[in-house]
């Protein structure tokens, strides 16, 4: 089989077919673009997971009254609170925190939001205890038993805002995906069409190539090819639109949650992770549309 032939004959009917290959390449680098994309927000859920595995707390905020007039936890109901969690065997850490020091923590987390921070006052922040627990999947052992005591206003389980924060994560990634499968059916249907097309094209001189001995692989070749180089072409478009995504989205738009600790950043490793898997993702499923197209279709 001389390599020259197959190549000129791919490169002959990418340009013959120009629009159909354009509309392919656009078509095949949206879906991969989108599936890529949900597959760094997975990286990005897993690496947040990670992120909190470790930080997980409850929160017991005190009242007014105590937050106001203890602010070293040095009286009661403070003092007895505080030995009671910390003589409590499901507790591996507590550390209090007064008004002060809730507020500076605050102004860390929002200082790239001042307006937010110049509205807030630390009157309006409570003292609390962070409380670690040595199972963070059983929260319920510190609401259960200190609900109600003198001195508690409220306790927050952090487990339920990250249920919801990594719920919608997961709801983004499901909606990424959906969309990406749409694409990549409309992305298959114009493979079938554009191998279609490209050998009703050129009939004739395969034919004549089969008169003269030349197998069925051999002439159908070029056609899978032909399909191979653009969705190759489309996966690399959408390595790009990630890359360029990354640095719109994630770098700028992302960036005080990321810096405050958050959410996890979505890095150049990621998006080398990923890239691999759209190229062969990409070369498979064209190659396999374009196959099955010609055995269908196609008698050449």
Same mark, same amino acid.
């Given at each position: 089989?001389?390599?020259?032939?197959?190549?000129?004959?791919?490169?002959?009917?990418?340009?013959?077919?120009?629009?159909?290959?354009?509309?392919?390449?656009?078509?095949?680098?949206?879906?991969?673009?989108?599936?890529?994309?949900?597959?760094?927000?997975?990286?990005?859920?897993?690496?947040?997971?990670?992120?909190?595995?470790?930080?997980?707390?409850?929160?017991?905020?005190?009242?007014?009254?105590?937050?106001?007039?203890?602010?070293? /936890?040095?009286?009661?109901? /403070?003092?007895?609170?505080?030995?009671?969690?910390?003589?409590?065997?499901?507790?591996?850490?507590?550390?209090?925190?007064?008004?002060?020091?809730?507020?500076?923590?605050?102004?860390?987390?929002?200082?790239?939001?001042?307006?937010?921070?110049?509205?807030?006052?630390?009157?309006?922040?409570?003292?609390?205890?962070?409380?670690?627990?040595?199972?963070?999947?059983?929260?319920?052992?510190?609401?259960?038993?200190?609900?109600?005591?003198?001195?508690?206003?409220?306790?927050?389980?952090?487990?339920?805002?990250?249920?919801?924060?990594?719920?919608?994560?997961?709801?983004?990634?499901?909606?990424?995906?959906?969309?990406?499968?749409?694409?990549?059916?409309?992305?298959?249907?114009?493979?079938?069409?554009?191998?279609?097309?490209?050998?009703?094209?050129?009939?004739?001189?395969?034919?004549?190539?089969?008169?003269?001995?030349?197998?069925?692989?051999?002439?159908?070749?070029?056609?899978?090819?032909?399909?191979?180089?653009?969705?190759?072409?489309?996966?690399?478009?959408?390595?790009?639109?990630?890359?360029?995504?990354?640095?719109?989205?994630?770098?700028?738009?992302?960036?005080?949650?990321?810096?405050?600790?958050?959410?996890?950043?979505?890095?150049?490793?990621?998006?080398?992770?990923?890239?691999?898997?759209?190229?062969?993702?990409?070369?498979?499923?064209?190659?396999?549309?374009?196959?099955?197209?010609?055995?269908?279709?196609?008698?050449?």
């Amino acid at each position: 089989m001389r390599a020259s032939f197959v190549f000129s004959e791919v490169l002959t009917g990418l340009r013959r077919n120009i629009t159909m290959t354009i509309a392919m390449i656009i078509t095949t680098a949206i879906s991969l673009f989108l599936l890529g994309g949900g597959l760094l927000i997975v990286r990005m859920i897993d690496n947040t997971q990670e992120l909190y595995q470790d930080k997980v707390e409850v929160s017991v905020y005190l009242t007014n009254d105590v937050s106001a007039t203890d602010k070293g /936890c040095a009286a009661d109901p /403070c003092k007895g609170l505080r030995s009671a969690l910390e003589g409590d065997p499901a507790v591996e850490s507590v550390q209090f925190e007064n008004r002060e020091q809730a507020f500076e923590r605050f102004k860390r987390i929002f200082e790239a939001q001042p307006e937010l921070v110049k509205l807030a006052r630390p009157e309006a922040l409570p003292a609390s205890f962070r409380v670690k627990l040595k199972d963070p999947d059983r929260p319920e052992v510190i609401t259960q038993a200190y609900s109600g005591r003198a001195g508690i206003d409220s306790i927050a389980d952090q487990n339920e805002f990250l249920e919801r924060f990594f719920s919608a994560l997961n709801g983004v990634r499901t909606g990424v995906f959906f969309v990406a499968a749409i694409m990549a059916i409309a992305a298959l249907l114009l493979i079938s069409n554009t191998v279609q097309l490209s050998a009703f094209t050129r009939k004739t001189e395969v034919g004549i190539m089969r008169l003269v001995g030349a197998t069925r692989w051999y002439t159908q070749l070029p056609f899978l090819l032909e399909a191979v180089v653009t969705g190759l072409i489309g996966a690399i478009v959408a390595i790009g639109l990630l890359v360029v995504g990354k640095m719109a989205f994630a770098d700028d738009v992302l960036r005080d949650p990321i810096e405050a600790g958050v959410v996890s950043s979505i890095g150049a490793a990621d998006i080398a992770f990923v890239s691999p898997i759209l190229m062969l993702i990409a070369i498979v499923i064209s190659a396999i549309t374009g196959y099955v197209t010609l055995r269908l279709y196609v008698r050449t």
